[in-house]
């Protein structure tokens, strides 16, 4: 499911479905098609097209070689993380979650340059860039916990999740401050997209916020709760 099927020539992008299958109206002769998708070498294929006919385009994909990157989460201090959360950033891939001992092993395709985060319960995340062509040794530090200012470009200080038909994104088009700033997704009548955290609050305190409101009137809401 998923993948990006492109025709250059006429300009037509499909993507699979749930089952993997895909349909394309293409005239008849001689087309050239690209396949891609996160995780899969890029595949091309030339199909013939006769009129009238029905040509079964059915491809195997082979998957791209992975790698290990691996290593310590520690706070501030020097301490081991366990239950650290470590994740890569804009790609399909599940997270993992380091051990008692602080050690974590993330597994992904070769090739890339991801950006990679972790972060713990009570610390901020540590964010980092790398171009990955084999295993790799790579240690996490968590900083002390700070506001979210969502300047790493990424929900990574909190452990956001996301609700609803779109998922919020990080956006530069109009900060209160700074480069970056959240947005909800873009949505349609009767649709919604929530953003929300967990979090541990040991006293009492004021919760603040900036935001702005760019909606419908009387038919479209922002709720804070």
């Known amino acids: 499911a998923g993948v990006r099927i492109e025709v250059p020539s006429r300009q037509i992008v499909e ?3 749930a089952q993997g299958c895909f ?8 087309h050239t098609m690209t396949l891609a998708i996160f995780g899969y070498e890029d ?9 009238q ?3 079964d385009g059915s491809v195997s994909l082979v998957a791209t070689p992975r790698v290990v990157v691996h ?10 993380v366990a239950d650290a959360e470590v994740w890569a950033l804009h790609v399909p891939v599940a997270p993992v979650f380091s051990n008692v001992e602080g050690r974590y092993a993330l597994e992904l395709p ?7 985060a972790a972060r713990g319960n009570g610390l901020g995340a540590d964010l980092r860039s790398v171009d990955i062509d084999g295993d790799l040794d790579l240690d996490f530090v968590l900083p002390v916990l700070a506001p979210e200012d969502f300047e790493l470009g990424a929900f990574a200080s909190y452990p956001w999740t996301m609700v609803g038909d779109a998922d919020w994104v990080i956006d530069g088009a109009v ?3 700074g480069v970056y700033c959240a947005r909800s997704g873009d949505i349609h009548h009767n649709q919604r997209s929530e953003l929300e955290v967990v979090i541990n609050v ?4 004021a919760l603040t916020f900036r935001y702005r409101v760019s909606s419908e009137t009387n038919y479209d809401f922002f709720h804070f709760f």
């Open 23 to 30: 349909q394309l109206h293409l005239p008849e002769g001689q």
């Open 53 to 55: 006919e029905t040509v």
């Open 71 to 80: 290593g310590d989460v520690r706070d501030p201090g020097g301490a081991l």
């Open 202 to 205: 040991v006293t009492a305190g």
């Open 43 to 51: 595949t091309e294929m030339v199909v013939t097209v006769n009129e």
């Open 175 to 177: 900060p209160y401050e």
């Open 110 to 116: 070769i090739g890339e340059i991801y950006q990679l």
């Open 15 to 17: 993507v699979t479905d």
